[in-house]
């Protein structure tokens, strides 16, 4: 089927694909040993597996809230629109697809990209001291405002990362979802994990 073909051969050709692979590599090393630093200060042993899913889940909403604060002051609706598509994307994967996990991801680069120019090159801090001149309040919220953005700037890098981790391994993905307890997926009432029903569920979503 299309979706698994693309994640185990690439969706823009196998070279590329190759070298994402050998990124994914790297990434993993170091969450990894992320993992282990803070399972052990949770009192684990460090073993444990990492939850992409759920740890894609919770940066989303954690991006969520500093565009939210970061956006008093500077209105970033690119970047609350790929979260919103983000998070329906990981409520609602088998429905969106793994090239819609793509696109966000690309979404969330071009955020990147589009804030690394304005904070470093375009904003002027001297009109910015020009402006709120005369008002102490004023200044204490952008100060913050502004703050929060440089903050959600080098978060993103985060988030980038495991979405991208995710769309690479979508199947996976959407096994670890459990769609089988969702009443309104397509899985009904049969189990996600037998390899033969899942094709039967990817065959049907392939149709949508």
Known sequence: MKEMEEEEYGDINPQFHAKEKEMEQKMDE?????????QTR???TGDEPIVWAKVLEVVLWIYLVLTILSSIIRP???????IAIGLLSVGDPYRFGRRTFRIVTAGFLTTFVYDLIWLFW???SQAETFEDSGSSGLYWIRTFCMTVAYISFFFRIIVIAVFWKVSLNYMSFMKARGLDNN?????????IEDDGNFDLIMAKYDRV
């Open 42 to 44: 949770q009192g684990g």
């Open 122 to 124: 375009l904003r002027s």
């Open 76 to 82: 970033d609706f690119m970047s609350l629109t790929c």
């Open 30 to 38: 170091l969450a990894k040993k992320a993992n282990v630093i803070f």
């Open 183 to 191: 009443p309104d997926s397509p899985t009904g009432s049969m189990d």
